[in-house]
């Protein structure tokens, strides 16, 4: 079984995140929704407040094949603030481990050197953040193992690519037919 982790930090976007927790888990998938403040509830952007299911110091990342970095503001900056996942994010690379991030959050993989000679994308306006990457105007940007996308309207093929590439193209088929989405 696939293991994911989804981060949340206080002013994530709510549907970019919900969105991969609840496709991911449709799929069969082990999704662990982790508190980067350890709250036992997070609130979002636009002040929903979601009950985690661990915090980041809980999480045993050794049993993870990605990580999914949601964005929103200030979420995203509260995501590149916390420096055990920016580790974390760092030895996933490192490791050739999947690493995803959608909206703002891109900029996070930018800054840290990871999108160098890549393909991705990020919401619009934030392209200066994707240091060395080929910018990408597709709603989702698959490039070895990481995963971009542009923001809150890409996020059901954001979460489908998450499926394909981690279970098979043939299993996020099966999950849009069932959610009736068609891009």
């Known amino acids: 079984m696939s293991k994911i982790a989804v981060f949340f930090a206080e002013g994530y976007e709510e549907i970019e995140a919900l969105t991969v927790v609840d496709i991911c888990r449709r799929a069969g998938m082990e999704v662990q929704m982790v508190s980067v403040n350890g709250e036992q509830t997070v609130v979002g952007s636009h002040g929903m407040g979601v009950?985690?299911?661990?915090?980041?110091?809980?999480?045993?990342?050794?049993?993870?094949?990605?990580l999914v970095l949601p964005g929103g503001m200030p979420g995203t900056r509260n995501l590149e603030a916390h420096k055990g996942l920016m580790e974390q994010?760092?030895?996933?690379?490192?490791?050739?481990?999947?690493?995803?991030?959608?909206?703002?959050?891109?900029?996070?993989?930018?800054?840290?050197?990871?999108?160098?000679?890549?393909?991705?994308?990020?919401?619009?306006?934030?392209?200066?953040?994707?240091?060395?990457?080929?910018?990408?105007?597709?709603?989702?940007?698959?490039?070895?193992?990481?995963?971009?996308?542009?923001?809150?309207?890409?996020a059901i093929p954001f979460a489908l690519a998450i499926v394909s590439e981690l279970l098979g193209q043939e299993q996020a088929d099966r999950i849009a037919e069932g959610i009736v989405y068609q891009a």
């Open 89 to 154: 994010v760092d030895a996933f690379c490192r490791e050739g481990k999947y690493v995803a991030a959608i909206c703002a959050a891109p900029s996070i993989l930018g800054h840290r050197g990871i999108l160098q000679g890549r393909k991705a994308g990020c919401y619009p306006g934030w392209e200066e953040h994707l240091t060395g990457a080929q910018v990408s105007l597709d709603p989702v940007s698959v490039d070895g193992h990481v995963i971009t996308a542009r923001g809150m309207g890409c």
């Open 51 to 66: 009950l985690m299911d661990t915090a980041f110091d809980g999480l045993d990342f050794g049993q993870l094949d990605m």
